[in-house]
């Protein structure tokens, strides 16, 4: 279906960053935002530009007491050429259709998210970043904001869509891949079997916060997270999915239990690790297996993965105030040459030889 979205344009635009290599994650935002409605009867329409603003909304909307939402996280390239290209935005549309889904939030037509992220994109391309390890975040999400508080699905929503030019999402990681400290949580869960944990939900982000603070307090990024049942196994690290190379296999849990977020990062990692002949192991893996393989000098690795940060490399876990080492501590070689090939075919300074990039109708000189 072809689109044909209206733009209001700022009057007023704002100062654009003046060290690209200093953007950071999500401190700066373009000059304008998308926005569409739904009513229940007439479904989405009116999807417009409009200057990026704060929004009004009722205090009574059922999003402020029920949670009733949903976001995405992708984000737009500007390859040597100029030409401005998503990284396989099917899988967002697929992971919105399952999250909306969940929510009880009316699905947005198939072909809509991609032509509402370009109409945006070419408003505001002049924020486009050029500097090394940059990109355009974008950020859709729905709401509802129905004035109810029965704790039903609304009748109206607002998906919208806002852009940010960023660079790496830990500060400490602009300019190259370093290595952070994570804390291994054993009180708190981010997820259970029959929740939302597979689901892109602000309620999985704001339950983990009080983890990541007590991770902060003994110095760490962010947490490890073991399951609910028993504490025991493996699931994500902070808000990406995880991974552990123990004698060169790799090892990452398995979306069978509905508690691990089905990341985009996280399917080319293990496509990319299987064709170039890695062995890759879906499922269940214990702690006490990963401290042990660390004792016995057979861990090699353990990295995160997720659109903000592409590849985040582990050099040590704290476990009850104990920490363990990962390897050497450094970049592990797998991590980097992952990091290397997808921020390579994202931005195409690496050939595509995965057919995820699609390109836009929008060229920067």
């Not at 200093?22 to 700066?28: D, H, I, P, S, V």
């Not at 899988?91 to 699905?107: G, H, L, Q, S």
């Not at 079997?193 to 007590?214: E, L």
Request: charged share 20%.
């Amino acid at each position: 279906m072809s689109y044909n979205f209206p733009v209001t344009r700022t009057t007023n635009p704002k100062p654009r960053p003046q060290d690209e290599t200093k953007l950071g994650f999500a401190q700066y935002f373009t000059d304008h935002m998308f926005c569409m409605d739904y009513d229940e009867g007439q479904g989405w329409h009116d999807g417009r530009i409009v200057p990026h603003a704060p929004i009004a909304i009722e205090p009574a909307s059922c999003v402020l007491h029920y949670a009733q939402m949903m976001f995405e996280g992708m984000k737009a390239y500007k390859t040597p050429e100029g030409r401005i290209q998503l990284f396989r935005p099917d899988m967002n549309v697929a992971r919105m259709k399952r999250t909306n889904e969940r929510m009880c939030i009316p699905d947005l037509p198939d072909d809509l998210l991609v032509s509402a992220v370009e109409a945006l994109l070419k408003v505001d391309i002049d924020w486009m970043p050029s500097a090394p390890g940059t990109a355009m975040y974008v950020r859709p999400f729905i709401f509802g904001d129905e004035v109810s508080f029965s704790v039903l699905p609304a009748k109206h929503y607002r998906f919208m869509i806002i852009l940010s030019p960023t660079g790496a999402y830990y500060a400490v990681n602009d300019g190259g891949l370093h290595t952070t400290r994570i804390f291994v949580q054993d009180k708190y869960i981010r997820s259970a079997p029959g929740g939302t944990g597979y689901a892109k939900v602000g309620g999985n982000y704001g339950g983990g916060m009080r983890a990541s603070q007590d991770a902060l307090k003994v110095d760490c990024k962010d947490v490890l997270w073991l399951d609910s049942q028993e504490h025991k196994y493996v699931e994500e690290i902070g808000t990406s999915n995880a991974f552990f190379r123990i004698n060169n296999e790799v090892y990452t849990a398995s979306l069978d239990k509905g508690t691990i977020l089905p990341g985009i990062t996280r399917d080319s990692v293990i496509q990319l690790l299987k064709k170039w002949g890695v062995p890759v192991h879906e499922g269940r893996l214990a702690i006490d297996e990963v401290l042990a393989a660390q004792k016995d000098g057979s861990l090699q690795e353990i990295f995160a993965s997720g659109t903000a940060a592409v590849i985040s490399p582990i050099g040590t876990l704290n476990v009850k105030g104990e920490d363990f080492v990962i390897a050497d501590g450094e970049v592990g070689e797998l991590a980097q040459k992952l990091y290397d090939t997808l921020y390579g075919i994202q931005t195409g300074t690496v050939e595509d030889f995965m057919g995820w990039t699609r390109p836009l109708d929008i060229v920067v000189k």
